[in-house]
């Protein structure tokens, strides 16, 4: 436990600490500290935690299963399923040049944080609060369970700035590069439409409150169960047969729709709570970002998932609406930080919120052996 704690916290320090160098301004000739975004802390710290985590060992539910894959094309020169293009043919080249699994971790966790931090280079201030929630939310557990998909996922996060710059060659591209991680983000291609003149349109406080209601009604008493169960289908055409075969042998954990909601539920619903009810003013605030269309995915991530809470298979699809809650509660701490000494309502909001991530980062420290938090070295494992 001592070594997960420390190795989680001391990244999460030194993360905040650098992504702070890297936003630090120089007044006097109106330049970053360090010009090259990609150099520096940056770079250090993209490097740090790609090495960290690719040395993991079953950290991530679904780490094993990929480790098991890629020894399994080392050896017998067979891919053991089959997977989208791009994470396949870098399955082949690792593995053919006999090279240890830690090797391939690190190059999928470096095109993950990469992505991740590359979308936010014209947005320098908000991210030692995207590493906070990141870490505190323990959103890197996510990254390092469903890796191909966290990899389309952050593909398309790059790609939503060129919803705004009106450039659809390049949405496109990045997407499709998305597909060949994961097939699921094909579901992504209609969002440049939805957003290319239009930057929100979840507006009212009133209407988002009371979708938010609906949904919990709906949560509690499982009217769609029926319906969810008979998406098997659906979802293998997504690449989740694997998930499908578990569902069909009654394993409740992935689908049941009576699952406990115990502490960390409500937690993260008076997140959601603190994150929508000041949404406009900081839409409005960040309106010259991409933030508008964040807030919006995130908002109908929210409505879909606490419909269908109780089925990791059909929160699959909703991690690229709902996995951008770290972004939206980075720039809400942002926005509370830079108005909280003229306000004691977004000075709460801001000790609220982080409190509330701090609660997040500690109920999984405590269950984190049975959430594969617990961290391992590879060498450890026996």
Same mark, same amino acid.
């Given at each position: 436990?001592?070594?997960?704690?420390?190795?989680?916290?001391?990244?999460?320090?030194?993360?905040?600490?650098?992504?702070?160098?890297?936003?630090?301004?120089?007044?006097?000739?109106?330049?970053?500290?360090?010009?090259?975004f990609l150099n520096g802390p940056i770079l250090f710290l993209m490097m740090l935690?790609?090495?960290?985590?690719?040395?993991?060992?079953?950290?991530?539910?679904?780490?094993?299963?990929?480790?098991?894959?890629?020894?399994?094309?080392?050896?017998?020169?067979?891919?053991?399923?089959?997977?989208?293009?791009?994470?396949?043919?870098?399955?082949?080249?690792?593995?053919?040049?006999?090279?240890?699994?830690?090797?391939?971790?690190?190059?999928?966790?470096?095109?993950?944080?990469?992505?991740?931090?590359?979308?936010?280079?014209?947005?320098?201030?908000?991210?030692?609060?995207?590493?906070?929630?990141?870490?505190?939310?323990?959103?890197?557990?996510?990254?390092?369970?469903?890796?191909?998909?966290?990899?389309?996922?952050?593909?398309?996060?790059?790609?939503?700035?060129?919803?705004?710059?009106?450039?659809?060659?390049?949405?496109?591209?990045?997407?499709?590069?998305?597909?060949?991680?994961?097939?699921?983000?094909?579901?992504?291609?209609?969002?440049?439409?939805?957003?290319?003149?239009?930057?929100?349109?979840? $507006?009212?406080?009133?209407?988002?409150?009371?979708? /938010?209601?609906?949904? =919990? &009604?709906? @949560? +509690? *008493?499982?009217? !769609?169960e029926n319906l969810f169960s008979s998406l098997d289908t659906l979802m293998t055409?997504?690449?989740?047969?694997?998930?499908?075969?578990?569902?069909?042998?009654?394993?409740?954990?992935?689908?049941?729709?009576?699952?406990?909601?115990?502490?960390?539920?409500?937690?993260?619903?008076?997140?959601?709570?603190?994150?929508?009810?000041?949404?406009?003013?900081?839409?409005?605030?960040?309106?010259?970002?991409?933030?508008?269309?964040?807030?919006?995915?995130?908002?109908?991530?929210?409505?879909?998932?606490?419909?269908?809470?109780?089925?990791?298979?059909?929160?699959?699809?909703?991690?690229?609406?709902?996995?951008?809650?770290?972004?939206?509660?980075?720039?809400?701490?942002?926005?509370?930080?830079?108005? $909280?000494?003229?306000?004691?309502?977004?000075?709460? /909001?801001?000790?609220? =919120? &982080?409190? @509330? +991530? *701090?609660?997040? !980062?500690?109920?999984y420290m405590f269950r984190m052996k049975e959430n594969t938090a617990f961290f391992?070295?590879?060498?450890?494992?026996?």
């Open positions: 436990m001592f070594q997960t704690l420390f190795i989680y916290i001391s990244l999460l320090v030194i993360m905040v600490f650098l992504t702070s160098l890297a936003a630090k301004f120089k007044e006097e000739d109106g330049t970053y500290l360090f010009r090259n935690f790609s090495i960290i985590f690719g040395m993991r060992y079953n950290v991530g539910v679904d780490h094993i299963a990929y480790l098991k894959d890629y020894e399994t094309l080392k050896l017998f020169n067979i891919p053991a399923r089959d997977t989208e293009p791009a994470y396949a043919l870098i399955s082949y080249i690792f593995a053919h040049l006999y090279l240890h699994f830690s090797f391939f971790f690190t190059f999928l966790a470096f095109i993950q944080i990469f992505f991740l931090f590359l979308t936010f280079k014209n947005y320098r201030d908000v991210l030692p609060y995207v590493v906070m929630t990141f870490m505190l939310g323990c959103v890197f557990l996510t990254f390092m369970n469903t890796i191909r998909q966290q990899i389309a996922f952050c593909f398309f996060m790059y790609s939503l700035q060129y919803i705004r710059s009106k450039k659809p060659f390049h949405y496109f591209s990045i997407l499709l590069m998305a597909y060949l991680f994961h097939k699921t983000s094909i579901l992504l291609f209609p969002i440049y439409f939805l957003y290319k003149n239009k930057d929100s349109y979840f $507006k009212n406080l009133k209407v988002q409150f009371i979708l /938010l209601i609906i949904a =919990l &009604i709906i @949560l +509690y *008493v499982n009217v !769609f055409i997504f690449g989740y047969d694997q998930y499908v075969d578990i569902v069909n042998k009654d394993d409740s954990l992935l689908f049941s729709l009576e699952r406990q909601r115990g502490m960390g539920f409500y937690v993260l619903l008076m997140v959601d709570l603190v994150l929508i009810s000041n949404s406009n003013n900081i839409k409005q605030y960040f309106k010259d970002t991409i933030f508008p269309i964040i807030y919006d995915l995130y908002f109908f991530g929210v409505i879909y998932g606490y419909i269908t809470n109780g089925s990791i298979l059909l929160s699959r699809p909703n991690e690229y609406f709902l996995g951008f809650k770290f972004i939206v509660a980075a720039f809400s701490l942002l926005y509370y930080f830079r108005k $909280k000494e003229n306000s004691k309502k977004d000075k709460m /909001l801001f000790y609220l =919120l &982080i409190g @509330l +991530y *701090v609660l997040i !980062f500690a109920g391992t070295f590879f060498w450890q494992a026996g």
